[in-house]
């Protein structure tokens, strides 16, 4: 089973601090995606990669950087964290089947900014 | 992408079929159909998709009207580890192959009863 692992479950950080969230994947996916989920906004795509070295910004990128420099590991990076940065962040990456992309996320990391 | 529109809850009792609806009156000729689920305390998770014909796999059916303006997941024996929110999603398979963004909306909460 493809596997995606994100280094840390709970985050408690303070206002201004730089937060890295990281993510890896083991099955040599090409892309890699970083999302947060809101209560009743659903997901919302924050950034993706579809190669190393590689970024687009998805549908929220304010306030947010990633850094791809090897294939297995995506990271999402809050340069200076605030409040309305507290949500659950979620990695996913994606593989090939039956002619459309299908996506396998990690377990989450939920970062709380005081 | 186009929209969908799901229930925003559903109940079902253990062991029992259900049928989780969705509708995409707007859907497009290459856009797949697929649908995700989030277990409690967890990342969403890949269940099924499609393009035209029904589609089955070890944990559900997907069945697709004629006129794909609408689509049924199908659990056949609901068990209490079902009980999580249903995302049904459209993607454009040939609008991006490398750049997928899953757009995901709030979903059904589906409550299994023993």
């Known amino acids: 089973d493809v596997k995606v692992t994100q280094s840390s479950r709970y985050l408690v950080k303070r206002t201004g601090e730089k937060v890295f969230l990281e993510c890896v994947q083991d099955?040599?996916?090409?892309?890699m995606f970083w999302y947060r989920q809101d209560p009743g906004l659903g997901l919302r795509l924050i950034y993706f990669s579809y190669d190393v070295k590689m970024k687009e910004k998805g549908d929220i990128p304010e306030g947010y950087s990633v850094s791809r420099e090897k294939k297995e590991r995506f990271s999402l990076i809050l340069e200076s964290a605030s409040t309305n940065q507290t949500s659950m962040y979620l990695c996913a990456s994606s593989y090939r089947v039956l002619g459309a992309n299908v996506l396998t996320f990690g377990a989450g990391s939920r970062l709380t900014v005081l | 992408d186009a929209k969908t529109t799901q229930p925003n809850s559903m109940e079902s009792n253990e062991e029992e079929p259900v049928h989780l609806p969705c509708n995409h009156s707007?859907?497009?000729?290459?856009?797949?159909i697929h649908w995700y689920r989030q277990l409690p305390s967890q990342g969403p998770e890949y269940v099924i998709h499609g393009l035209t014909s029904n589609v089955n796999n070890r944990m559900a059916s997907l069945a697709i009207a004629e006129d794909r303006k609408s689509s049924t997941l199908i659990l056949h024996r609901a068990t209490l580890r079902d009980a999580a929110v249903y995302y049904c999603i459209l993607r454009d398979a040939l609008l991006s192959y490398n750049t997928d963004k899953l757009i995901f909306g709030t979903g059904t909460r589906l409550q299994v009863f023993p």
């Open positions: 099955m040599d996916h090409e892309n």
């Open positions: 707007t859907i497009s000729g290459t856009d797949y």
